[in-house]
Structure formats: structure tokens, C-alpha cells
């Protein structure tokens, strides 16, 4: 299948539509301290454009940065849920002044993993929410273990009206349908590159590969290849190989359509 995509010098085919990967932490260490290398590698592993979320409100400036500086890179603003205790009235109000010069609301959510009350992280999770309804901007949701409640929320704060994507899904076949009902993308991180992730596998297997997006989440997640590696973007050809597998189709129809997906629930990423 490789073939299909590389020639004999690793280039690939002219009719490349070039990778989003929806997810990636490029203001983070390691990958912040060698960005113009992971950039470069990622433009060779055919990866045309990154999503960069928001983590803590101390990373928004150095997000900006970076944006002004790569063309190809594109923040979303926003409060982890695992900084929940953060997002104050003076925060969010920061938070409403700069989120229009990002392409999402991102990332947020609920993950019981963190010792922050979900009482907490639901009561941010539904300000930013708002926030997003409010400017019209998509959302990128972080959800472990919580997806009825998060399902709930999303209803409820009228999530409907600007979509977005669920962020390193790892969710069942059932729930994921309930979130493409209310216009979300279900996002495919480098967990399905691990043989036993079976529950993601028949996740890919069993939603149209339309309805998918792809991500790194680096510099986590790595794909079984180079684990024990930080992650970056340029490895977000593992990810898609391993869902082109699953899904029957040659991994250029799969680049085509979740390259297709990203641009449709993420508008703001500008192309060509
Ligand atoms: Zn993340």
C-alpha cells in the first residue's frame, strides 16, 4: 500500500491532498524547542496543516506566536478541563477576547482521570461552550470516560449550532453517533495503531469514513512504530495507514476524506 503513496526517493504522489492534523501540542516541550524540524518533517510525511489547542492560558501567547509565524499552523483557544480551577471570570473574559483569531474552542471537555471536581470542569467545559456558540466557532472536545454527561452538555449549551470534533475518541460506536448527530467529527488518534486497541478499531470499522478526522495529540500517543518517541505530526501517516487498513480503502481515498471532514468542521483553516 506504501506504494500508492511514496515513490522510490520517500516523495509523495503529486495528487497528495496534504494531511490536517487536528490535534497537536506544538507549543509544548519537546516539540516547541525543534518547531522549524517537526514543521519540515511534517511537510515531507505529507502533513499540510496543524491544529494547535489550548492547554493553560500561560501557552495562549506563545500559540499566537507560533501562528504568526507558520502558515500552517492554527490555534484554537481554550482551558483543559484538567486547568478547569482556572477558567475565572478574568480568564474567560481574556479567553472572549483573543478566541476569534483562533479556528476553534479547544480544548475542552470532562475527564474523571483528573482530580479536579467535574463539577468544576463542567461548569468551564459549559462557559467555554457558550463562548463558542456565541462567536460561532467549532469546539474541540477532550472526553474520557464521561461521554453521556458530555453528550448531555453539548445538547443542552446548543453545540449544534457550530459542531466540532472529538478529540482522541475513545468512545463506543453508539455514543460517536450521537455526536455526529449534533455535527461533530470523530477524531482518530495513534491509539488505533496499537493492536490491542480493539474497541477503537470497531469504532473505525463501523462509522463511515466520512464522518473521520485524524490527529496526533503530540508529543503523546505515539503510534506502535515509534513508540517510546515523542509524537509529532509528521507520524500522522501511521494513523491513516492503519484506518485506510481498516477501512478497506486505499489510504489516499482516506486522506481525501479526512482531509475533506477536517476542513468541514473547522472552516477557519484556510487552504491553497
Ligand atoms: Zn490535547
Known amino acids: 500500500m ?14 497528495w491532498p496534504g494531511l490536517i492534523d487536528t490535534h497537536c501540542h506544538l507549543d509544548l516541550e519537546p516539540l516547541s524547542a525543534h518547531l522549524a524540524d517537526v514543521l519540515a518533517n511534517a511537510e515531507r510525511a505529507g502533513v499540510s496543516h496543524c491544529v494547535v489547542p ?11 506566536g507560533l501562528a504568526g509565524r507558520y502558515k500552517q499552523v492554527f490555534p484554537a483557544y481554550g482551558i483543559h478541563p484538567m486547568h478547569a480551577g482556572l477558567a475565572d471570570d478574568d480568564r474567560l473574559s481574556h479567553l472572549a477576547s483573543i478566541a476569534a ?8 471537555g470532562l475527564d474523571p482521570a483528573y482530580t479536579i471536581p467535574l463539577e468544576r470542569q ?8 457558550r463562548l463558542a456558540v456565541s462567536l460561532g466557532l467549532p469546539v474541540l472536545v477532550h472526553c474520557r470516560r464521561a461521554f453521556q454527561r458530555t453528550l448531555r452538555i453539548l445538547q443542552e449549551e446548543g453545540a449544534h449550532h457550530v459542531g466540532g470534533l472529538m478529540h482522541a475518541y475513545s468512545g463506543s460506536s453508539e455514543m460517536a453517533r450521537e455526536f455526529i448527530r449534533l455535527g461533530f467529527a470523530i477524531s482518530i488518534s495513534g491509539m488505533v495503531t496499537r493492536n490491542n486497541s480493539l474497541r477503537l478499531h470497531r469504532v473505525v470499522h463501523e462509522l463511515a469514513l466520512e464522518e473521520l478526522v485524524l490527529e496526533t495529540d503530540a508529543p503523546d500517543l505515539t503510534p506502535q512504530r515509534y513508540r517510546g518517541r515523542p509524537n509529532q505530526p509528521a507520524y500522522l501517516m501511521e494513523t491513516l495507514q492503519a484506518v485506510a487498513r ?27
Request: aromatic share 2%; net charge negative.
Open 54 to 64: 489550548g492547554v493553560h492560558p500561560d501557552g495562549w501567547e506563545r500559540m499566537a
Open 101 to 108: 483569531a483562533g479556528v476553534a474552542i479547544g480544548e475542552i
Open 122 to 129: 463542567e461548569r468551564a467545559f459549559r462557559d467555554q461552550l
Open 2 to 15: 506504501e506504494t500508492v503513496l511514496l515513490n522510490e526517493d520517500n516523495v509523495l504522489c503529486d495528487e
Open 246 to 272: 481498516i477501512k478497506g480503502v486505499d489510504p489516499l481515498a482516506a486522506a481525501r476524506s479526512c482531509r475533506a471532514r477536517s476542513l468541514a468542521v473547522i472552516p477557519g483553516i484556510q487552504v491553497g
